[in-house]
């Protein structure tokens, strides 16, 4: 698990800063929300489907999964969060939580009241609309997933997923190498790419091949950042950064 670099506030309006603009008052604002501190093991559930939270969650460190839970117990896995998301910011707005949330590997999550939220909102409708706008690019991260399991082929489905994770990670500071810790399973993998498990490690294998990127052990390695750009067609514009990123191998 990556080191908390920053205590809950800061994490929170580094986040905001890398789609939004915050004055000097919204960052006040920010500063003066209260919240609780919790660590989470692996596979510990801190958000359930059917619920109705009362609070917000702020990635503090570590990795954390959104997910569905099928009749049949399976699991499909939406999206991944790090450090500065808010897995469940949606929740401000929804009575009951659709999906669930758990820690991936070992998280700190920070947990702030929706009551303050939005007395907060009130005061600086610009921190409002910087929350806003997280939600609305959470729902260009589930649209292009949506395109990426339904019209892509399975290496560039892989491919895209890789990309997107790492770009994220460097856009929030949490690498600045071409190596990442990414604590997921394999299993997880194909709960996310709608893979069985044989297609997993056969895909991963046909990946690796390419020697653009290496994933085994919980470390992704890219080792041609260009080329397996190309391969998952990815392109982070739907990120909506303000300023993007440009990575190189």
Known sequence: MEAVTGNAHQLLVRSLQTHSRLA???IREISSLPHKVREFQPGEDFIHQG???????????????????????????????????????????????????CAIGPAIVAFIPHKMLMRAFTRRPLFGFAIWRETLIDAAIFREAITNNGA????????????????????????????????????????????????????????????TVDFREGKLVIKDWTRLAKIGEFNPGYLHARDPLELSS
């Open 24 to 26: 000097k008052q919204d």
């Open 152 to 211: 892509r082929t399975k290496v560039a489905r892989m491919a895209h997923l890789f990309c997107e994770l790492f770009y994220r990670a460097r856009e929030a500071g949490l690498n600045d190498g071409m190596t990442w810790d990414f604590p997921v399973s394999l299993t997880q993998l194909g709960e996310t790419l709608g893979m069985a498990i044989a297609t997993v490690h056969r895909t991963l294998q046909e990946l690796r091949t390419t020697s």
């Open 51 to 101: 619920e109705v939270p009362k609070v917000a969650a702020l990635i503090m460190s570590g990795m954390v999964g959104r997910y569905h839970i099928l009749r049949n117990g399976r699991r499909q896995y939406v999206s991944f969060h790090i450090a500065g998301d808010l897995p469940d910011v949606q929740a401000l707005f929804l009575r009951e939580m659709d999906h669930s949330v």
